[in-house]
């Protein structure tokens, strides 16, 4: 015969729950109702911790709850039990994603079916080791930059750095992020003092406090480097209103570059002064327009930085917008003597080499054309030669010009006009 315990019942309340503190009742095989609704309490978030909640069956005589767990979707495995309705889970792997399922047992030891399944993986909440060493490199610093260094976080986790700069006004502005253990700061006033601090940023955005503060001023101490790798491209072609003198340069890549300064003379000793002085401009490229063909133009090129303090000057280069070479002969659309003709045009001042070329029409058609070093005649000339490839036809119209270089390169100085002659 089964012992029936008849007792005094005892109702209280823990945590939103009805619990049955009389004595079991043996004869008691029914299972209560599986806790509902359970959830990731985001109230309050604890580091590397889930908060568990769920809400309790209908049945008042339950006595605890047993809380399951499992690992990246392995085997459920009971890890505590509780009275309350929620659950403090601590000490968890960040990257890791935990399922959780609870049931409820009464008085009588009887289960309940499973809750719902949680999923949820911690939140790391925990800021990193700041960053430490912060120092300036006195070598890389100066001329409106300065160079930073620090030792990094012992974090795996370090995603990158946060720099903050106060401009000697007490006040601490974030500048920058880097993933790198250094930075530089560059476009600074030379004459202010700049004080710096670093913190380190988790992949969970978690920001460490300030490492070690530093500051220095970044005084001018050089003058930039003196241009180089310049060329210059003299051009008189009148059809395509173009009479001009190119430079071209390297480009310069100092931290506190300004300008250029451009000097040109007509003498090819001159200083880059202000007598001198043409233009200022930012970029590596410079178009003269204000020439006249049949005159050298001498240039210097001055880098600056930002302190006005100015490079060595360049030499001196220069070139000449050709005059347009006159064709002498033949011309006019005349009938050559022969169908060899001999090309005749007047040779210009300044210019080094010539290029004849010889056409079916006025726009297209080369069939001939040969390049001359120019002499110190008043005039060049060449035959139309008998052994060419293409010979020169008899009763038919062609057409010449000459090409004019200032430089022994293939750019082109100048035209001179298309003339016609006829073959006899």
């Not at 911690?122 to 001329?143: F, H, W």
């Not at 300030?210 to 059809?239: D, K």
């Not at 010979?391 to 298309?418: A, G």
Request: charged share 20%; hydrophobic share 30%; glycine share 4%.
């Amino acid at each position: 015969m089964k012992t029936r315990y008849i007792a005094t019942m005892l109702i209280f309340v823990i945590s939103g729950q009805l619990f049955n503190c009389s004595e079991p009742d043996e004869d008691d095989t029914k299972a209560p109702g599986p806790p509902l609704n359970l959830i990731y309490d985001t109230l309050i978030l604890i580091d590397r911790g889930i908060i568990l909640s769920w809400t309790a069956p209908v049945d008042n005589d339950v006595e605890r709850y047993s809380i399951h767990r499992n690992l990246d979707g392995g085997e459920f495995i009971e890890i505590a039990q509780s009275i309350y309705t929620t659950y403090q889970d601590t000490n968890l792997d960040y990257d890791v994603e935990y399922g959780y399922k609870v049931l409820a047992i009464d008085g009588a030891g009887n289960k309940s079916s499973f809750s719902n399944i949680l999923k949820q993986s911690p939140p790391d909440l925990a800021p990193p080791p700041p960053p430490y060493n912060l120092e300036y490199d006195v070598n890389l610093s100066g001329d409106g930059s300065i160079y930073l260094s620090w030792q990094s976080s012992y974090d795996e986790e370090i995603s990158g750095y946060k720099l903050y700069r106060d401009t000697d006004t007490g006040v601490f502005n974030e500048i920058g992020t880097t993933s790198s253990n250094y930075y530089f700061d560059i476009g600074l006033d030379y004459y202010t003092q700049y004080t710096y601090k670093v913190t380190a940023e988790d992949n969970a955005g978690n920001e460490s406090v300030f490492s070690n503060i530093v500051s220095l001023t970044p005084i001018n101490r050089f003058s930039p480097a003196t241009p180089n790798g310049i060329e210059i491209r003299a051009h008189n072609i009148p059809a395509e209103f173009q009479t001009n003198v190119e430079l071209f340069w390297n480009p310069n890549t100092e931290i506190d570059f300004s300008h250029y300064g451009i000097y040109r003379s007509e003498l090819p000793l001159f200083a880059a002064n202000e007598s001198s002085f043409l233009d200022s401009i930012t970029n590596n490229y410079y178009e003269d327009n204000q020439v006249t063909p049949g005159i050298t133009y001498y240039y210097k090129l001055l880098a600056f930085d930002l302190g006005g303090l100015s490079s060595d000057p360049s030499f001196a280069l220069s070139d000449t917008p050709l005059e347009v070479p006159e064709l002498l002969s033949p011309i006019d659309d005349n009938t050559t003597s022969s169908a060899t003709p001999t090309f005749v045009w007047e040779n210009i001042s300044h210019a080094i080499k010539y290029r004849i070329v010889v056409r079916t029409s006025s726009m297209t058609g080369d069939i001939w054309e040969v390049e001359l070093t120019a002499t110190t005649e008043n005039t060049m000339s060449i035959t139309y030669p008998s052994n060419a490839t293409t010979q020169l036809e008899s009763n038919t119209r062609y057409y010449w010009f000459i090409s004019s270089y200032s430089q022994d390169t293939d750019e082109i100085n100048c035209y001179s006009d298309i003339n016609a002659f006829r073959t006899p």
